[in-house]
């Protein structure tokens, strides 16, 4: 059987079909079929199920899938080890992060990497989509949501938690909310992500475990006066005086610390599409080492700023 036929049967797999798989490898369709092809012959047994969009690994096909990752990931581990061999780190990670948290949060730590590994090369891509990482060539991403999708690894990093604020001037003209259920009642300023619902689930805390509700969480579905993926202009808006903020904590601390902007609801906890921050990768892709070092380096980071945030 021929290694590298098996490699490609590996990828087109993890592709879900033909089209996709041959644009990862940089390869015709036709191409990519043909070696397909070749190897159902040379094992005499049909790998796939082909249909006019996605192909399917068959029983024989999928165990042979699940071997060739694992031929795969040690050839790539070996071609690395010999390539690296007495040289810097180097290699090339393409990175997703949310717009907001991304921006504020994470760039500092992002150009301290840089910094400490000037020889890998890092693409960025600022992003608040959950989409597929494979079609989108994306080695790693980080994101907000509740819970991650069953299909990809998932590390927790930490939690955002969102606050409820507006100017002083604002304030001067119209009260803050009272309760959760004011929100759909004022002019609401937060974030947006195309295709979704807004949705803000709050709850109170439970005085024996902050980490808990106290009662069954409550759902509102407010419909914002202004909403944007971009934070700082969120910021900028709420700053003005347009409305009431709801936005992570960390895009208006300084304001909130310096007088600037007000707060409400401070014994409640909020969040939009969810409060939990992940690093998210794909499944039996082989991590390369400078894949490896940025997600040590980005746990790191994020659980040294969960720890500040919760103090």
């Not at 610390?257 to 401070?266: H, I, K, M, N, W």
């Amino acid at each position: 059987m021929d290694l590298n036929a098996l490699v490609l049967f590996v990828d087109i797999v993890d592709a879900g079909n033909l089209s996709l798989a041959a644009r990862n490898l940089k390869m015709s369709r036709a191409n990519v079929s043909y070696h397909l092809t070749q190897l159902e012959k040379s094992v005499g047994q049909q790998l796939m199920r082909r249909t006019t969009r996605r192909v399917e690994p068959t029983e024989v096909g999928q165990r042979l899938y699940e071997h060739g990752r694992v031929i795969r990931n040690e050839w790539q581990a070996a071609r690395e080890t010999v390539a690296m061999f007495g040289k810097a780190l180097h290699g090339s990670v393409r990175l997703s992060v949310p717009t907001g948290f991304g921006h504020l949060v994470m760039s500092p730590w992002l150009i301290d990497f840089k910094r400490r590994y000037p020889d890998i090369a890092l693409e960025l891509l600022f992003d608040n989509q959950v989409d597929d990482l494979l079609r989108d060539e994306v080695d790693l991403a980080v994101r907000v949501m509740s819970e991650p999708p069953q299909n990809l690894i998932a590390i927790e990093l930490g939690r955002v938690r969102y606050v409820l604020c507006a100017s002083l001037a604002h304030l001067a003209a119209q009260a803050l909310p009272a309760s959760p259920a004011d929100l759909a009642r004022v002019p609401l300023i937060t974030s947006a992500v195309s295709g979704r619902d807004l949705k803000v689930t709050a709850y109170r805390v439970s005085a024996e475990d902050p980490s808990l509700p106290a009662e069954p969480p409550l759902e509102i579905k407010p419909h914002p006066t202004l909403a944007s993926e971009n934070f700082q202009f969120l910021r900028e808006a709420i700053l003005a005086g347009l409305g009431v903020g709801l936005v992570p904590d960390y895009v208006v601390a300084q304001d909130v610390s310096e007088g600037r902007l007000v707060t409400a609801l401070d014994d409640w906890r909020l969040s939009v599409f969810g409060s939990r921050l992940h690093l998210l990768r794909m499944p039996g892709r082989y991590q390369t080492l400078a894949t490896r070092t940025l997600i040590d380096f980005i746990v790191d980071r994020a659980h040294r700023w969960a720890g500040r945030s919760s103090d």
